[in-house]
């Protein structure tokens, strides 16, 4: 049974930052991409980050280059997502994912398996 738990989303003004951690289990999770998405009220999910099994290979959203930053450690079966320069638009649900693959995914329907999100509020 894979899980996947993500934690470190808070309330931050517009300018901070905010790290956020997925511990994931229940499968070798080192041998598969992961990725990062979000859901704000009324919208539907989006693509925010990928990453490939090993972290040599990281892919973004437009919109959020040159700010967030993807990141794993298999050692410690955590996925990461460092968040800097948040804006009031970056609030949502934020939400792991991984991919029975070992290449990484902008596509929600590539995506195997679902952590039950964080919400990070930004305000302005």
């Known amino acids: 049974q894979v899980q996947l738990v993500e934690s470190g989303g808070g309330v931050v003004q517009a300018g901070g930052s905010l790290r956020l951690s997925c511990a994931h289990s229940?499968?070798?999770?080192?041998?598969?991409?992961m990725g990062w998405f979000r859901q704000a009220p009324g919208k539907e999910r989006e693509f925010v980050a990928a990453?490939?099994?090993?972290?040599?290979?990281?892919d973004y959203a437009d919109f959020v280059k040159g700010r967030f930053t993807i990141s794993r450690d298999n050692a410690r079966n955590t996925l990461y997502l460092q968040m800097a320069s948040l804006k009031p638009e970056d609030t949502a649900v934020y939400y792991c994912?991984?991919?029975?693959?070992?290449?990484?995914?902008?596509?929600?329907?590539?995506?195997?398996?679902w952590g039950q999100g964080t919400q990070v509020t930004v305000s302005s």
């Open positions: 229940g499968r070798s999770s080192g041998n598969y991409a």
């Open positions: 990453i490939n099994w090993i972290g040599l290979s990281t």
């Open positions: 994912a991984q991919r029975s693959r070992t290449s990484g995914s902008s596509r929600f329907a590539d995506y195997d398996y």
